[in-house]
């Protein structure tokens, strides 16, 4: 998925135009529950294209001796990172050193670089902007981010300056399984076991991976990508700029992965930084499958695996229905089990059950448990049919789709899962209008 990137000095207006892009989308489209990016990093979309946006404001240490290099530290980290960047400035304080210093560094990448001149209210404003050609970084492009004019034109060029294939570079059928987690619960010694070599460093130092690491897994019998990612901190604990961005990495290794391996440390717990992340992969429509590590390192005795696996499950309602693997990943113990889990997951993920085998199925039970009537309006569901979808979701046609409740909507779901293997794999049921 793209990447763009908002940049600029303090104050210019970068977190009232990054919320004015993927606020209002987030807050309508997703009711799941649980804030699961951090508020500096989101995704949208425009006619019909999605892509995430970054604001890098926030990441820059308020100390005049060392404000300029932040400022720069981080312009440059995003010219790495993005494929587009928006340079804000705003109109009524003009051109500063800090913009010049900016422009001087955008102008030698590669980039597509798009020049935002922000607060542009009125006609004057309009003629003022016209100050900012000097930076010699194109048109700019006049919005103000706190009423939204402007911002349309604005999306449109973002668009065209996208690439025109985001996709992963690692374009075939294979599925991308991600290892995602808190740092230092044991990801890249995973990988490594895995791999049977030091593809990565490890250490005990929380941070040492920086990048997502994708390597080829070919052995018995499975073909695959894995990737190692760099651990996801709280947001409090992000404030280095370069572990940002590897939490960027991240979240994209996340969104161009098919599975996820969620990691924790059996001596930890399930921490809400763990729930985080599931809520990420969740919402990004991941398959899933729950690696407790360190297994050797505490006491056990006959129920203690089931008594956890209540306990995950637990925390992770409503979606809870998600395979738990207890490993040692220095021992080597059941570390083949994750994989093969996985590649289960990923089958299911991929499923495609026939309308009439759905039909066969749901018509009997729904007419054995309707949705409860509201406001004295009967309510029937006519038929199901998988929509076809890279993930699974389902569609029932119902004469009254507005009346359904959330109870009725999770009853559905765990009939589904109770006749097919959708273990790891999130589901979505609309309720469309016949």
Not at 111 to 118: I, P, S, T, Y
Not at 172 to 179: A, E, G, K, M, Q
Not at 245 to 262: F, K
Not at 408 to 424: D, V
Request: glycine share 6%; charged share 25%; hydrophobic share 40%.
């Amino acid at each position: 998925m793209s990447l763009v990137a908002i940049v600029g000095r303090p104050n210019v207006g970068k977190s009232t135009l990054f919320n004015r892009l993927v606020g209002r989308r987030q807050a309508i489209v997703d009711s799941t529950a649980g804030t699961t990016r951090d508020r500096h990093y989101g995704k949208t979309d425009w006619n019909g294209k999605e892509f995430s946006v970054i604001d890098t404001g926030g990441y820059t240490v308020n100390s005049d001796d060392v404000f300029e290099d932040e400022i720069r530290r981080q312009v440059l980290l995003a010219i790495e990172e993005a494929d587009v960047i928006l340079f804000m400035v705003e109109v009524s304080t003009g051109i500063t050193d800090l913009d010049m210093m900016m422009a001087d560094l955008l102008r030698r990448t590669t980039k597509k670089v798009l020049l935002v001149c922000n607060k542009v209210d009125n006609n004057d404003q309009l003629y003022a902007s016209h100050e900012f050609y000097s930076l010699g970084l194109g048109d700019p492009y006049s919005i103000s981010s706190m009423s939204g004019s402007g911002t349309g034109d604005l999306m449109d060029a973002i668009l065209a300056a996208l690439p025109a294939n985001a996709q992963s570079e690692l374009e075939d059928d294979l599925p991308h399984i991600t290892v995602v987690g808190r740092p230092n619960v044991g990801k890249s010694s995973l990988t490594n076991a895995l791999l049977g070599e030091e593809r990565n460093i490890v250490t005990s130092i929380a941070g040492t991976t920086r990048d997502s690491i994708h390597t080829r897994y070919n052995k018995f019998g499975m073909d695959f990508y894995l990737v190692d990612t760099a651990g996801m901190r709280k947001k409090g604990k992000t404030m280095e700029d370069l572990e940002f961005y590897s939490v960027m990495r991240s979240i994209r290794a996340i969104e161009e992965s098919d599975v996820c391996i969620l990691m924790l440390d059996a001596q930890q717990g399930l921490e809400s930084q763990d729930l985080n992340i599931h809520n990420l992969i969740v919402r990004n429509r991941k398959g899933c499958v729950i690696v407790v590590n360190k297994w050797d390192l505490i006491e056990k005795d006959s129920n203690t695996m089931k008594e956890w696996r209540e306990f995950i499950a637990k925390k992770l309602a409503p979606f809870s229905d998600i395979p738990v693997v207890f490993t040692s990943v220095l021992n080597k113990q059941r570390i083949l089990d994750v994989l093969q889990t996985a590649i289960l997951v990923h089958q299911a993920r991929k499923r495609r059950i026939s309308t009439s085998e759905l039909n066969d199925y749901f018509l009997p039970i729904i007419e054995n448990w309707p949705p409860p009537s509201t406001k004295g309006k009967y309510i029937k569901i006519k038929y199901v049919t998988q929509l076809p979808t890279p993930t699974p979701q389902f569609a029932f046609f119902v004469n009254l789709p507005q009346y359904i409740r959330e109870p009725y909507r999770r009853f559905l779901e765990n009939k589904l899962r109770e006749n097919w293997n959708f273990s790891g794999v999130p589901i979505q049921i609309y309720f469309r209008q016949k």
